[in-house]
């Protein structure tokens, strides 16, 4: 599975932006975060199976993460950015078509990964 991220960039607290994770194939796609200096984290996660939606809890409600199926690309809506979503993000892919839920949030369940797209939240 190839996978294109897309979208990163500079915006200001309390900004929007939509990142694109482009897809060679139709898998379970979720987007994970590296902020410097910290691990990376699981973001958010849409499981092929049944299209279920997760979220880790600092997103949820700001975050929406979706898919086209006619173009084979996820986007991750993020909404009401803080400083602290300042990381580098990246898409990745599992084959399992029903990753069950504790694996979802689970870096070495997915067996491909995007390059990372910067996102920057300052004033």
């Known amino acids: 599975v190839q996978l294109q991220a897309s979208g990163g960039g500079l915006v200001q607290p309390g900004g929007s932006l939509r990142l694109s994770c482009a897809a060679s194939e139709r898998t379970s796609i979720a987007w994970f975060r590296q902020a410097p200096e910290k691990e990376r984290e699981f973001v958010a996660a849409?499981?092929?199976?049944?299209?279920?939606?997760f979220y880790t809890d600092s997103v949820k409600g700001r975050f929406t993460i979706s898919r086209d199926s006619a173009k084979n690309t996820v986007y991750l809506q993020m909404n009401s950015l803080k400083p602290e979503d300042t990381a580098i993000y990246f898409c990745?892919?599992?084959?399992?078509?029903?990753?069950?839920?504790?694996?979802?949030?689970?870096?070495?369940?997915?067996?491909?990964w995007g390059q990372g797209t910067l996102v920057t939240v300052s004033s």
């Open positions: 990745a892919a599992s084959k399992v078509s029903h990753l069950i839920q504790s694996r979802i949030w689970a870096g070495d369940s997915y067996d491909h």
């Open positions: 849409l499981r092929r199976s049944d299209n279920n939606k």
